[in-house]
T-cell receptor
Framework: ETGVTQSPTHLIKTRGQQVTLRCSSQ?????VSWYQQALGQGPQFIFQ???????GRGNFPPRFSGLQFPNYSSELNVNALELDDSALYLC?????????????FGSGTRLTVV | SQKIEQNSEALNIQEGKTATLTCNYT??????LQWYRQDPGRGPVFLLL?????KEKRKERLKVTFDTTLKQSLFHITASQPADSATYLC????????????FGQGTTLQVKP
């Protein structure tokens, strides 16, 4: 098992720009979730994909969008970046969360918006 | 709205003692609750899951309880070690059917030698 890998590890963008973050799920996991974690806070749910379809979304504006590919890898896209988007973005995959399997998290992408 | 509360203040204990962390939730009834450990600069690591029909779950030095009447979960680490120092996150399943997790803000545990 290779676990969940995210790229890049760090990124600096300018306000108003667009960014794409990437995630490779753990082998065999067909569910992927994305979370935003501000310093000192718990992860906040952005959205989840199951077999390439979005099946849950948190309280994030439409400029946060995503994709899941047939190989279950995933992307998070953020348009029109704002300073408050600066955070650690975490990708997590699971075999079957509805049956209570835990999520495997990546180490995250640290995004800084200046 | 669904709310998760964990001790916001750091917990400092002596090596060998039992650490007890609290997680309270309001306004819904999760089917299960998960606990994660997070080290600085890393993603959370899954520790334990407890279902609503289970009172207690154990794994090595870890024990989790789930009281659906009090809407509370307790997380215990017995015989604590300095290597247990980390932030511990409580994550009840969300109320929708997607299996998404709602995380608390975490409690930082510091075990002193």
């Amino acid at each position: 098992e290779t676990g969940v890998t995210q790229s890049p590890t760090h990124l600096i963008k300018t306000r108003g720009q667009q960014v794409t973050l990437r995630c490779s799920s753990q082998s065999g996991h067909n569910t992927v979730s994305w979370y935003q974690q501000a310093l000192g806070q718990g992860p906040q749910f952005i959205f989840q994909y199951y077999r390439e379809e979005e099946n849950g979304r948190g309280n994030f504006p439409p400029r946060f969008s995503g994709l899941q590919f047939p190989n279950y890898s995933s992307e998070l896209n953020v348009n029109a970046l704002e300073l408050d988007d600066s955070a650690l973005y975490l990708c997590a995959s699971s075999l079957d969360p509805d049956r209570g399997y835990g999520y495997t998290f990546g180490s995250g992408t640290r995004l800084t918006v200046v | 709205s669904q709310k998760i509360e964990q001790n916001s203040e750091a917990l400092n204990i002596q090596e060998g003692k039992t650490a007890t962390l609290t997680c309270n939730y309001t306004n819904y009834s999760p089917a299960y609750l998960q606990w994660y450990r997070q080290d600085p600069g890393r993603g959370p690591v899954f520790l334990l899951l407890i279902r609503e029909n289970e009172k207690e779950k154990r794994k090595e030095r870890l024990k989790v309880t789930f009281d659906t009447t009090l809407k509370q979960s307790l997380f215990h680490i017995t015989a604590s070690q300095p290597a247990d120092s980390a932030t511990y996150l409580c994550a009840p399943r969300g109320s929708s059917n997607t299996g998404k997790l709602i995380f608390g803000q975490g409690t930082t545990l510091q075990v002193k030698p």
